[in-house]
């Protein structure tokens, strides 16, 4: 239905979710967060799935998360619940969401991603959680708020690309091509558009032709040695550091723009000073 945030289904042993906001980019509300955490641990419990593809309804996988509620002044506590205007409270906020993500990480069946279009901002921060990531030649993954409203509130990119290619991408909000992300490691591989669909499929079948226990053997053997090199205290570091980022100036004057001049607008000042921002080989 069009008025659904994802949709689910299970084929031949693999779980098919798809986030479904395409009029959007599929932007990630926090509604879409939580029913996504819902859905991974039902296809989790799912006895019938060996794997997930997360994939996405129309021509971009995601364009970040929704930002909305930017053209609104900061709420402070409401009804004796926290609100996000003190460092703690935005804090707990970024871990909360980042939990919901985390599930990517911690269940037990692999999940691939299906990338097209624009993957950007909390774009990553879903896909980079997958456990393999498959995209388009003509992809384009970056975190572009990073230019002005604060940090990454899920951070795998140091584990994928090393520490220079994150930084080169991170600390100027650059993009970078599915062909090159996959040169450096931020994808497993990058295929035509028109091929994306077969080369999912066929390695999702792969997958679904191995027991589920021994699949889930597998991942968390790797998973936990990413623990081991601290991937889990690094996102719960990365949470935190998002809300002080939220306390730049540039933060400031970016949801001053939205306020005043609209989302579109603020985003274009943001973008413009850094000209074409993708990154070639």
């Given at each position: 239905m069009a008025d659904e945030l994802l949709l689910y289904e299970v084929r031949e042993g693999i779980g098919w979710i798809t986030l479904n906001r395409?009029?959007?980019?599929?932007?990630?509300?926090?509604?879409?967060q939580e029913e996504l955490n819902k859905l991974l641990w039902r296809a989790d419990e799912d006895n019938r799935v060996h794997a997930i593809v997360l994939r996405a309804a129309g021509p971009d996988f995601c364009s970040g998360y929704d930002l909305q509620r930017y053209d609104q002044p900061v709420p402070g506590e409401v009804g004796g619940r926290r609100g996000r205007a003190k460092f703690d409270d935005d804090a707990w906020h970024q871990e909360r969401t980042q939990r919901l993500r985390m599930a990517?990480?911690?269940?037990?069946?692999?999940?691939?991603?299906?990338?097209?279009?624009r993957c950007l901002a909390g774009g990553t921060d879903l896909a980079?959680?997958?456990?393999?990531?498959i995209c388009t030649d003509d992809a384009l993954f970056g975190f572009p708020p990073a230019r002005s409203q604060g940090s990454l509130p899920s951070h795998m990119w140091l584990y994928l690309v090393g520490p220079q290619w994150a930084k080169r991408l991170l600390l100027t909000g650059d993009s970078i091509r599915g062909d090159d992300a996959a040169r450096i490691g931020?994808?497993?591989k990058s295929?035509?558009?028109?091929?994306?669909?077969?080369?999912?499929?066929?390695?999702?079948?792969?997958?679904?032709?191995?027991?589920?226990?021994l699949l889930s053997a597998n991942k968390r053997i790797v998973n936990l040695g990413l623990e081991?090199?601290?991937?889990?205290?690094l996102q719960r570091m990365a949470a935190e550091m998002d809300a002080r980022g939220h306390l730049a100036a540039s933060r400031t004057r970016f949801?001053?723009?939205?306020?005043?001049?609209?989302?579109?607008?603020?985003?274009?000042?943001?973008?413009?000073?850094?000209?074409?921002?993708?990154v070639r080989l």
């Open positions: 395409p009029e959007k980019r599929n932007a990630l509300s926090e509604a879409l990517l990480f911690d269940m037990h069946k692999p999940v691939i991603a299906q990338v097209q279009g980079l959680l997958c456990d393999i990531l931020l994808a497993l295929v035509p558009a028109d091929q994306l669909q077969a080369e999912v499929e066929a390695l999702a079948a792969r997958l679904a032709l191995v027991d589920a226990d081991l090199m601290g991937a889990r205290t949801n001053e723009a939205v306020r005043t001049q609209g989302l579109k607008e603020a985003v274009r000042q943001r973008d413009e000073p850094f000209g074409d921002s993708v």
